[in-house]
């Protein structure tokens, strides 16, 4: 667990190869019965490689953590998105029996609505948008990245995502959280919000390449030098 914690850390500090080095040799040295660690790294693993847009690396890593403990769920959810509609629905529905999930049901959602299952999709979305409101009635902070990724999502709600967004942005100045801000503040045409987002992107001492080049062309069309801090 302490290569594996340290190969996350390699990674969010943008060191792809020792990163993958380190996890590894976490799981190489591996010499327990329980599947929870080996879950764990796998899914950290593979949340690495799909920020850096590798979908097949990160795909094989959420399978493996799905293979290992199939209750896994955000594993689950994270595969499913990945896979065939008809391959999500068989990844997810034995998690509808044991979960009330918001991510489990929103996933499930967006495999039937992939699968042409209109109907079943919308009814699905309508539990999982109910779920997410009653999380975030007692835990805002906790679930509202989840739920903006939600109302991003088709016919969705962009003006909730963009202030759960915010909200989830003040709280966790991270890569992820800018990204998810600045996708419904430019679909709303929110000039300011979008300059704030792009000024706290470029303040990031640890961000990929991708994000910066990302970033660049709004950061010169709000007038901020990228070189900011």
Known sequence: TSLAARAELAGEMQKPDESERLFTEARAKYRDVSPFPLAWMDFQRASLLERRGDREGAKKYFAEANQIL???THASVHLAALETPERAVVILTPLLDSTDDADVLAAMADALRRSGKTADATAMQARAKARYEELLAKYPEAFADHAAAFYLGPNGDVPRALTLAQANEKVRKTEPAIELLLTPAMASSSHDVTCTAAR??????????????????????????????
């Open 70 to 72: 199939p209750t896994y």
């Open 200 to 229: 706290d992107g470029a303040a990031l001492k640890y961000a990929s390449t991708a994000f910066r080049a990302n970033i660049a062309p709004l950061l010169a069309g709000c007038g901020i030098d990228a070189g900011v801090k």
